[in-house]
């Protein structure tokens, strides 16, 4: 006798495709099922099972109220283009009084970069809380609109919100972006008075260690930085390393990023993809072309990191200064890696080949340069140096004839004074 069938889990798009294909809310599953269902549906990567959120809760709402969590999924996950539409739904259903609704609508409208909508749900909401205050805030800052997330912050205690760590983390990334060195000052004094637990939140460390770097400020960077190690408090979170590395290496002390590299690798701090760039960044401005290579090859080989373009281009940049366009190209052409090369990469491999009179690997590099980007003009100018440099007539005026019946051309160079006038 054959074994029963192992029970297998709905598909949520099957689900509620047929519920929508009937059209009826009598095929929807019951109210539990539901919205589980529709919070897988809400946060799959597949755009097509995102599509079905929205018509499965209209749906839904025609049999009956709709409760909180079934709206507060959809949200979770809605598009720029779902937002409107889910805040008219819960305004049907009677759900806008809920913080825990118009919280997670604020969010959504600031992670679509509609931050003036998440504030003016704010200022007509009945019921606000902290959470609500600081997904408007979170708006803000993604927008980049630092000066008007400061003057909301500043406004929590007249709306008798708390202020808490990701507060004041919005708060201290505001002055860095706005390099206000005084008021960063203020708002750290204000987070160690006023906040738990301060010195162990990483992000709002790393915040303040970055803060003061944007505004010049690096001995007290390094000041709050060594201060939270010494009490041990989040220093063994690669987060707060990366922000010091990066403090360090935004003034050019490369020198000291090396330095707290290492360190942070002796504590057993393993880095990720960003301190890694942090570093390789370091030894490609500092010319430490043999630790560069070697902290390239740690990412697979002890950390299982896979390089992005970035750490390419690092790399390749850091070996063409030093004038090893042969390693460069074969760093650039691992088995596996091509995928992951930039045409800023190649162009960069194209220049030093240029330079250094390389005709082969300039070709070379310029060929897998134009297979990215056909239309980029900038490819062919500079491979027309490489020829230029190196007396090729001849290619020189196969390659003008090429551009000609692509359709491209040099754009003459003008002035700002010109462009104006």
């Known amino acids: 006798m054959p074994p029963p069938p192992i029970p297998v889990a709905p598909n949520p798009a099957a689900v509620i495709h047929a519920a929508l294909l009937k059209c009826s809310p009598s095929r929807l599953p019951p109210r539990l099922s539901f919205n589980s269902l529709l919070a897988a549906a809400a946060s799959s990567s597949h755009p097509r099972l995102r599509s079905l959120v929205l018509p499965a809760l209209a749906l839904a709402h025609r049999c009956g109220p709709l409760d909180s969590y079934a709206l507060c999924s959809a949200l979770r996950n809605a598009s720029a283009a779902d937002a409107g539409p889910l805040h008219a739904l819960a305004a049907r259903s009677g759900w806008l009084g809920s913080v825990f609704v118009s919280c997670a609508l604020a969010a959504s409208y600031g992670a679509s970069g ?8 704010f200022d007509e909401s009945p019921v606000r809380n902290g959470v609500f205050g600081n997904a408007v805030l979170a708006g803000y800052v993604g927008a980049g609109k630092w000066m008007a997330a400061l003057e909301f912050a500043r406004r929590f205690l007249e709306f008798g919100l708390p202020v808490d760590g990701y507060t004041m983390t919005a708060m201290v990334r505001a002055c860095g972006e706005t390099a206000n060195a005084d008021l960063g000052g203020e708002v750290h004094g204000h987070a160690i008075r006023r906040v738990r637990g301060v ?27 060594r201060l939270t190690l010494r009490d041990n408090a989040g220093g063994d979170d690669v987060v707060l390393w990366t922000a010091m590395l990066n403090a360090y290496g935004r003034h050019g002390q490369c020198k000291e990023v090396i330095q707290t590299y290492d360190q942070m690798v002796a504590f057993e701090v393993w880095p990720d993809e960003l301190a890694i760039l942090a570093v390789l960044s370091a030894c490609q401005h500092a ?20 390089p992005a ?30 995928c992951d090369i930039g045409v800023s990469t ?23 340069a134009i297979e990215l980007e056909p239309g980029n003009v ?25 551009m000609n019946e692509r359709g491209f051309e040099k754009h003459v160079g003008f002035t700002w004074v010109e462009q104006n006038s």
């Open 287 to 306: 010319g430490e072309v043999a630790k560069g290579l070697n902290y390239f090859e740690s990412m697979r080989a002890d950390y299982g990191l896979v």
């Open 346 to 368: 190649w162009g960069a491999l194209l220049s030093e080949c240029r330079n250094c009179g390389n005709v082969e690997y300039g070709r070379m590099a310029a060929q897998r």
């Open 199 to 225: 010195e162990a939140d990483v992000f709002l460390i790393g915040a303040l260690v970055d803060m003061y770097a944007k505004c010049g400020l690096v001995g007290r960077a390094e000041q709050v930085f």
């Open 114 to 121: 509609q931050f003036s909508d998440a504030r003016r749900l």
């Open 309 to 338: 373009p970035e750490h390419y281009g690092c790399v390749v940049n850091m070996l063409c200064r030093a004038g090893e366009v042969a390693k460069a190209w074969e760093i650039s052409t691992r088995e596996g890696c091509g």
């Open 378 to 402: 900038g490819i062919y100018i500079e491979l027309s140096n490489l020829y230029a440099t190196a007396g090729l007539w001849e290619e020189i005026n196969e390659l003008r004839e090429v």
